[in-house]
C-alpha cells in the first residue's frame, strides 16, 4: 500500500502482545530516525491502527534525534505518549486488551541515514495523506494529519 517506503533498505518489524515488555521486544535502532507502521491483529484480521514517527528537522537543517533515554525510533515508539500523557508501553497494553486485539505488529523504517535525508515528519504525513486518500479516514489511533 505504501511503495514510497520500498527505497528505506534500513526496516524491521516486530510482534508487541499485551504481556510483553514492550522495550524488550522493540528491535528499532535508538540512534536513528524514521516512520513506524502500527497494524492490528484481531479475530483473524490486520488493521494499520497508526502511523508514526521519530525525529526532527534542525534549524540548521540537521536531523535532531533524542539522545536521552533510549533516543531515536526505539523511544520514540516505547516512550512516546498516546492516548493522553501515558507512555505506549502502558497505554498500548491497555488499549489492546480493551479493544480485544490480540498483537500489534510493528513495521519501522530508518529515514534519515547515510543513504537518505528524509524528514520522518515529511514521509509521515505522506503516508497519513495516502491513508486518507484510499479509506477516507485516518487510522484509528492517528488523531490528524
Known sequence: MFDELKKYKENKHFFFQPTDSLKEVCNAPSDKSGVYLVYALKNGRIELMYIGRSGKISKDRSMFIQKAGPGGLKDSIVNGHQFGKIP????????????????????????HCNDYNDCPGTVAHQLLTSH????????????EI
Open 132 to 143: 486518507f486518500k484510499i479509506f477516507e479516514r485516518l487510522p484509528k489511533w492517528n488523531k
Open 88 to 111: 505506549r508501553h502502558k497505554s498500548w497494553p491497555d488499549r489492546m486488551l480493551k479493544e480485544g486485539i490480540e498483537a500489534l505488529d510493528i513495521y519501522w523504517y530508518t529515514t
